[in-house]
């Protein structure tokens, strides 16, 4: 199975914008067996576009494109493979009445440009787009005038906004692609998430015991970000689950508790499911990571149900008046320290009526720093019925990182201490 | 000028790894008037990397690659391209030197397949890489046996690591280009960036006093996201900079104060030096937001000189406890009002002692909704020392663009505020 994608935006090309979708959407494909060949970016400019596509379709099995379906005069792509193809463009009276409720739900009236969106290629399905205006397109290019004897391929428009194109993926195209593209042979792929160890240490704890489901075929990937490191496991064929398993047996034994979590579970919703099946509380003191680890949590749905209360507190002021911090714990050790974290994390969990509480306090940078606490020093606190345990770490990355970092290690200190049956 | 950049990397493919570098050379290479056509993406296989390259000689002037110069199995740029352009690889005896120096300035052994990076295709230059051990090559395809009329192209083979990539490209491609490939025109593009209005209303209100100035050959790009729409003004030619002038004129004739910044401002360090220039302080309570604005904030080196203290107090407990909102108001309005969110204002501006305060109180969904208070429900207030201001807002978003989006409003509500001469 050939896959290409075509990202179109001249704003990719002038570099004003990351193109995130790429890795999104190639990750997703990978992980269902689909693994894109070539991925190919071009302005939002009509030849330019009309060129990428026709090749792509003039080589690839599946070619997906985002971006261009929007109203604006630079949304180019719908048009463009109509032509393309040639295919007439119709009005579709539901998307225009879905269009239409759009804007009455948000009490704006409809733009008349906005109106394009309902446009249909002749023959093409469409992928409601519950989140924006422009649906998605699928087309059956059958036969494919592009390629050698008129092998078929199939075309798919996804919108640009990333909150668009991602639910529509996961829940329209990845259906249509199981059942209009099933692969030939059966493919099995499982990310196990660890975090609190670097990449290296992770291959090398693992690796000795892969080695010979590795021989036997299994593709290993490691995926590295700053406090975290995933491994995928994937097989191909017929005992492709059955190798996974085993593959993923011998992880587990390796990594232990260092594995948070699978799939694309993230550590703050394995902390809230945590807390809530154990019917528990958490208060949350923050200096440094400025509301950060609030902020993560609380993007978990069901959060209120564990969240008592958060402090932002960067001040020594702030830290007294609403934290109960002594004024001479900060006079004896700084700000930034084990005591002050400790104090911090006591407060916050006492105040906030609380059964955990996280306190951080270090220096994100890029200034603050002294010889005795470098940037990067951090202290992290966690509070429990059974007593407070601080965590010194030295995050010496750049700020929006340092902040990410720390994050991740201060609900890791807390998930280790509720891991466990409840 | 015709500018095509190639990138190598099956982890790309596969979305493990995110393509920064393309973000990175398209805004270098537009900033300085190369703007890149195509961009193109591919597994670290040989067939796949010739057939792009190749690709992209028969269109472009200048085509960049980046990764596959390295020591490892995978790395395959360097050979591809000599074999496809027909040149011999010789192993270059100072650059063999620079490696065996990098490995003795480490104390580490140069492993022997370390060596084939020293390898020069016949009449390539060398860029130094002083940064690791692959150095960069230029080749001069003159005639190009894949262009129309053979016309000569340049290649520029770049090294995968960023540390490597970035300084290498700052202080030799950069010169090489505007020494061997001069743009005939000059080009000037500037962005203006507008929050609080949909794409649509942006283009609608500027498009007509824009319109002569597209018909010149002014190039107008807009690039939205959840909360925000950068307006792109580009122009080529000797009279570029005042067609841009123009055009940045007219765009702010029309919008006025719903632009908050240029070029890569954004909002939330628009308010931290609009506070800092007039030596104001800030304070935050947040309810549904859960800790987004603080973060925001303190993402920004230099927050700690104006922001207080922050709350993020989800229950009524908590809004009563810290922020002293009336249990009165909480029964007779419910935590979702315009009344709680000025209590909750006001009780933040006076106890964090702070010459502004914003608070949000509201419902982020997916739960929670009412029938008379649905999902996407926010009041909005700013406090300050002449008021408190409550807007009403409907953001019917998932759960984390609704945070995002209505921090954005609350941060640009503060900053209409704080406009004008300090």
Redesign the interface.
Same mark, same amino acid.
């Given at each position: 199975m050939i896959v290409e994608m075509v990202n179109t935006g #001249?704003?990719?090309?002038?570099?004003?914008?990351?193109?995130?979708h @790429? @890795? %999104?959407? !190639?990750?997703? /494909?990978?992980d269902l067996g689909y693994?894109?060949?070539? @991925?190919?970016?071009?302005?939002?400019m009509a030849p330019?576009i009309e060129l *990428?596509v026709r090749?792509s379709l003039s080589r690839a099995d599946l070619v997906l494109t985002t971006g261009g379906l929007?109203? &604006? &005069?630079?949304d180019l792509t719908r048009e463009v493979i109509a032509r393309l193809l040639s295919r007439a463009l119709r009005e579709d009276a539901e998307i225009l009445a879905q269009i239409q409720a759009f804007f009455a739900? =948000?009490?704006?009236p409809m733009?008349e @440009? *906005?109106r394009v969106q309902a446009l249909v290629p002749e023959g093409a399905s469409v992928l409601p787009n519950p989140?924006g205006t422009a649906p998605g397109l699928v087309l059956h290019v059958n036969p494919n005038p592009f390629r050698n004897g008129g092998k078929e391929s199939w075309l798919i428009l996804l919108p640009g906004?990333g909150?668009e194109l991602r639910?529509m993926f996961t829940d329209s195209v990845v259906p249509f692609l199981l059942r209009a593209l099933p692969l030939s042979d059966s493919f099995v792929c499982r990310t196990l998430r660890t975090t609190g160890i670097a990449e290296s240490i992770v291959q090398e704890r693992i690796e000795g015991s892969l080695r010979e489901l590795v021989l036997s075929g299994l593709d290993v +990937?490691? !995926?590295a970000r700053p406090g975290q490191v995933d491994v995928?496991l994937a097989a191909r064929g017929d005992d492709a689950e059955s190798r996974v398993d085993a593959a993923d047996a011998a992880v587990r034994a390796q990594l232990g508790s260092d594995i948070f979590g699978t799939g694309d579970e993230n550590l703050e919703e394995v902390v809230v499911h945590l807390l809530a099946a154990r019917k528990k509380t958490l208060a949350?003191a923050?200096s440094c990571?400025?509301? !950060?680890?609030?902020?993560q /949590?609380?993007?978990v749905?069901g *959060?209120?149900a564990v969240?008592?209360?958060? %402090?932002? &507190?960067? #001040?020594n002021d *702030?830290k007294q $008046?609403?934290l109960g911090v002594r004024a001479e714990t900060l006079d004896r050790h700084g700000a930034v320290s084990e005591a002050v974290a400790r104090e911090m994390a006591d407060g916050a969990r006492h /105040?906030?009526?609380a059964d955990y509480a996280i306190a951080v306090t270090g220096i994100?940078?890029? &200034? +603050?720093g002294t010889p005795a606490k470098p940037t990067g020093t951090v202290f992290i606190a966690v509070a429990s019925p059974k007593g407070t345990q601080v965590r010194e770490m030295h995050n010496t990355w750049d =700020? /929006?990182t340092f $902040?990410e970092v720390t994050a991740r290690q201060a609900l890791n200190q807390l998930r280790r201490l509720l891991h466990g049956p409840p």
């Open positions: #001249s704003e990719l090309m002038l570099g004003r914008v990351l193109n995130s @790429q @890795q %999104w959407l !190639c990750r997703r /494909l990978s693994v894109v060949t070539r @991925q190919i970016a071009v302005p939002d330019e *990428a090749d929007g109203p &604006t &005069t630079d739900g =948000r009490n704006r733009p @440009q *906005a989140h906004p909150r639910p +990937g490691y !995926c995928r949350l923050e990571t400025g509301g !950060c680890i609030a902020h /949590l609380t993007n749905s *959060a209120s969240f008592r209360a958060g %402090w932002v &507190t960067y #001040s *702030a $008046k609403f /105040l906030g009526e994100a940078g890029p &200034t +603050g =700020r /929006l $902040k």
